[in-house]
């Protein structure tokens, strides 16, 4: 096998950057005649109580995707693999797995020397690698995420300039493959959070930034999509296949239209702005108490594990940490809310 090859500079995905792991570093580092071993969750909930790891050869051919591979397992080697793909060519979204603990589309992702393979998280596994969708849908259903018109439609073409569009347009190209919906942590905590989730956010967004749109969407993101829950990890932007900036683009402008709407039902926001004002600068530990209030400490040992991760200082918050330039934040919040300095 070649040897492990440089990353170009300027190469697209965050986390791959970070790991020299871009997919022409990875295709490198295999050659026609190698081997792909790849070692997949098989779940069959007719006989299985728990999923199990199956693990395959697959003959590496040049410019091998994951879809291949399953492809191979599932009809060359009689694996009677489960999994779902359609267009192979990253535009329906459908055939998302998890390869080697991060979320891929299966049709563009080049293969690895050694994979593991995985469903989505966040979703009940039917079989093998395939999901259920219906609760990421019902989500999406929930924001009820399609055009309600401030005017009737006068017919085509619509009188749109690229600037008006300008904010829904990454979210238009959203393809639904959840990966995002797979790699959001706070997703993860089930029943704790009633968070919609990134993906669903991404299609309220796409309204929600439409200037034909005529309907309170910050209202909705926040009542039925609890928006403020999102703790801009970025974790979905990193596995977002079509490079949609999910945080940046979707979810704080959801954040603001929200806090717009609602300010008194906006905590989050409104208690982020109150410590950046007096203190300069975030505190974690104050913003978990603001927020959360005596609920926060509820949880002992969430506090202290925060604590040891460096993530919270609550002797900073006890203390009253604050910015030595302090004057300046303060000034240039007197000066977005117009008031005397
Ligand atoms: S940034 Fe928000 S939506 Fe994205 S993964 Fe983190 S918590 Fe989830
Ligand atoms: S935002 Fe990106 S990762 Fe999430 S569902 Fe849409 S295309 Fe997939």
Same mark, same amino acid.
């Given at each position: 096998?070649?040897?492990?090859?440089q990353?170009?500079?300027g190469?697209?995905?965050?986390?791959?950057d970070?790991t020299?792991?871009?997919?022409?570093?990875?295709?490198?580092?295999?050659?026609?005649?190698?081997?792909?071993?790849?070692?997949?969750?098989?779940?069959?909930?007719?006989?299985?109580?728990?999923?199990?790891?199956?693990?395959?050869?697959?003959?590496?051919?040049?410019?091998?995707?994951?879809?291949?591979?399953?492809?191979?397992?599932?009809?060359?080697l009689?694996?009677?693999?489960?999994?779902?793909?359609?267009?192979?060519?990253?535009?329906?979204?459908?055939?998302a797995?998890?390869?080697?603990?991060?979320?891929?589309?299966?049709?563009?992702?080049?293969?690895?020397?050694?994979?593991?393979i995985?469903?989505? +998280?966040? %979703?009940? =596994?039917?079989?093998?690698?395939v999901?259920? &969708?219906?609760?990421?849908?019902?989500?999406? @259903?929930? !924001?009820?995420?399609?055009?309600?018109?401030?005017?009737?439609?006068?017919?085509?073409?619509?009188?749109?300039?690229?600037?008006?569009?300008?904010?829904?347009?990454?979210?238009?190209?959203?393809?639904s493959?959840?990966?995002?919906?797979?790699?959001?942590?706070?997703?993860?905590?089930?029943?704790?959070?009633?968070?919609?989730?990134?993906?669903?956010l991404?299609?309220?967004?796409?309204?929600a930034?439409?200037?034909?749109?005529?309907?309170?969407?910050?209202?909705?993101?926040?009542?039925?999509?609890?928006?403020?829950?999102?703790?801009?990890?970025?974790?979905?932007?990193?596995?977002?296949?079509?490079?949609?900036?999910?945080?940046?683009?979707?979810?704080?402008?959801?954040?603001?239209?929200?806090?717009k709407?609602?300010?008194?039902?906006? +905590?989050? %926001?409104? =208690?982020?702005?109150?410590?950046?004002?007096? &203190?300069?600068?975030i505190?974690?530990?104050? @913003?978990? !108490?603001?927020?959360?209030?005596?609920?926060?400490?509820?949880?002992?040992?969430?506090?202290?594990?925060?604590?040891?991760?460096?993530?919270?200082?609550?002797l900073?918050?006890?203390?009253?940490?604050?910015?030595?330039?302090?004057?300046?934040?303060?000034?240039?919040?007197?000066?977005?809310?117009?008031?005397?300095?």
């Amino acid at each position: 096998m070649a040897e492990r090859p440089q990353i170009p500079a300027g190469a697209r995905n965050l986390g791959r950057d970070d790991t020299g792991d871009s997919p022409a570093a990875r295709l490198a580092r295999l050659r026609d005649g190698d081997t792909v071993t790849a070692r997949i969750s098989r779940f069959d909930p007719t006989t299985d109580t728990a999923p199990h790891f199956e693990t395959y050869r697959v003959p590496y051919t040049k410019w091998m995707r994951v879809l291949e591979v399953l492809t191979h397992v599932s009809e060359e080697l009689g694996g009677d693999l489960a999994h779902r793909w359609f267009c192979a060519n990253r535009m329906c979204g459908t055939c998302a797995v998890r390869v080697n603990g991060r979320e891929v589309l299966a049709c563009w992702e080049p293969v690895e020397p050694e994979m593991t393979i995985e469903p989505l +998280r966040n %979703a009940p =596994v039917v079989r093998d690698l395939v999901i259920d &969708r219906s609760g990421y849908e019902q989500r999406v @259903l929930g !924001l009820t995420p399609w055009l309600e018109r401030r005017e009737p439609y006068r017919g085509f073409p619509e009188p749109l300039t690229h600037p008006a569009m300008a904010a829904a347009d990454k979210a238009l190209d959203c393809i639904s493959c959840m990966c995002c919906f797979s790699a959001c942590p706070v997703v993860g905590l089930g029943d704790e959070t009633n968070f919609a989730g990134p993906a669903p956010l991404v299609q309220l967004a796409r309204v929600a930034l439409d200037p034909r749109d005529g309907i309170d969407r910050g209202r909705i993101a926040l009542e039925r999509g609890a928006v403020f829950d999102c703790v801009s990890c970025y974790k979905c932007e990193e596995v977002c296949p079509v490079s949609i900036p999910i945080v940046t683009g979707a979810i704080e402008p959801l954040k603001a239209l929200a806090f717009k709407s609602l300010p008194r039902k906006s +905590r989050h %926001a409104r =208690v982020f702005l109150a410590i950046v004002r007096s &203190r300069g600068r975030i505190d974690p530990s104050a @913003l978990i !108490l603001g927020v959360q209030r005596l609920a926060a400490l509820r949880h002992p040992l969430r506090i202290l594990k925060l604590w040891r991760r460096g993530k919270i200082d609550p002797l900073k918050t006890l203390f009253g940490f604050r910015l030595p330039d302090i004057k300046q934040v303060r000034q240039v919040f007197a000066a977005v809310r117009g008031e005397p300095r």
